[in-house]
């Protein structure tokens, strides 16, 4: 009895795993934005060593609406819901669903793959982009730390989603202490 309880345990939570994160290697996502496409990222971490306006903590919201919802600053996290900042034309939409598709999103292996990034703990010190995608019927939530390999591309991402919610890029520090 026991055993059969935990059997069904294990084959339940297998199950829900799989329906919320497909697995890399599933088919490719379509070259053409679907109707279902949105995109949340989250830049966690420290506000020193900033030199791309990608880089600064925030949280980007775009909705299959087109509407982009936008927080800056330390306080910009999971937990937050941004404001309305501006309506993206197709081309943008289309621009960041490339950007997204080019990333590899649904190739991103499991060790960066997170099922709640309310819960996501981000590491001291550390610049994290938390992306959550949904597109092509599919929805996943990765974690890539800055400096790890596979990386750019996201924050490729973050740069374009800064740029357009007009946020401006960091100024060149004087040589004032």
Sequence with gaps: MIRALAM?????????GCAATPAPGDRALPQARPADFSLGVTVLGPQRGIERSGQRPARY??????????AIGPGAKESVHPTLTRRLDPGQRDLLWALTRSAGVETVGPPLRIQSPESFDAPAGRRVYLVQFRGDGRRIGLAMPEGEPGTAPFAALADRLAHLSWVQPPRPRSGRP
């Design 8 to 16: 069904l345990l294990v084959l339940l939570s297998a199950g829900m």
């Design 61 to 70: 919201l775009l909705g299959t609406d087109g509407w982009l919802r936008v």
